[in-house]
């Protein structure tokens, strides 16, 4: 199946100032967040930003902030932005039919995250390379599990030639010289 732009939502979950330097390829995962944050914007898709607990774990890196919209953030305490009432609710108001993730940690909030959203009928796209833990192997375990639930596990270059669909028009031309790489 394919993700289509006009039905599908970004969520980039807690990718945080105290929590990335902990990360595993975290300046990878950061710039990979980054190039699909901006294929997003491109594509018209909306971008929803998840911060667990900023006060302790501090704001989105700033390599993000500096793209992402700033409307799209919600804070929150539970580890699943959809056990969060708040984050649930403005997730669930744009009612997007597909969700794709990013963010931190694989085996924690994004996981649960997933797993949740999957639980509500919706399709789940776990983006791999804007995806990471602490340690390699809880990354592994994680994207293995929410395979076995029914999770996709897609690349940040999938993603963007889905959500761009066509060539020869201005929007592919912009995505083919700024990102296609």
């Known amino acids: 199946m394919l993700i289509y732009p006009n039905s599908s939502c ?16 975290c300046e990878t995962v950061v710039a990979n967040a980054r190039w699909l944050v ?33 409307d ?14 708040g984050c649930n609710e403005k997730i669930n108001s744009i009612r997007p039919n597909q969700v794709v993730i990013v963010g931190m940690e694989s085996h924690v909030c ?31 375990m994680a994207l293995e599990r929410m395979r076995h639930c029914g999770i996709h596990i897609v690349t940040k270059e999938m993603v963007g030639f889905e959500w761009i669909q066509t060539a020869g028009t201005d929007q592919f031309r912009e995505f083919s010289i700024n990102y296609a790489r």
């Open 10 to 25: 970004l969520l980039v979950v807690d990718i945080q100032e105290k929590l990335a330097p902990a990360i595993h390829e």
């Open 110 to 140: 994004v996981l649960q995250t997933a797993i949740q959203i999957k639980q509500q009928a919706r399709e789940v796209f776990v983006v791999a390379d804007c995806v990471s833990s602490r340690n390699p192997a809880d990354k592994a």
């Open 38 to 70: 901006e294929v997003a914007k491109l594509a018209n898709v909306p971008i929803l930003t998840s911060e667990q607990y900023p006060k302790g774990l501090g704001r989105t890196v700033k390599e993000l902030r500096d793209v992402l919209p700033e």
């Open 72 to 85: 799209s953030y919600m804070e929150k305490l539970h580890f699943s932005c959809m056990s969060d009432p």
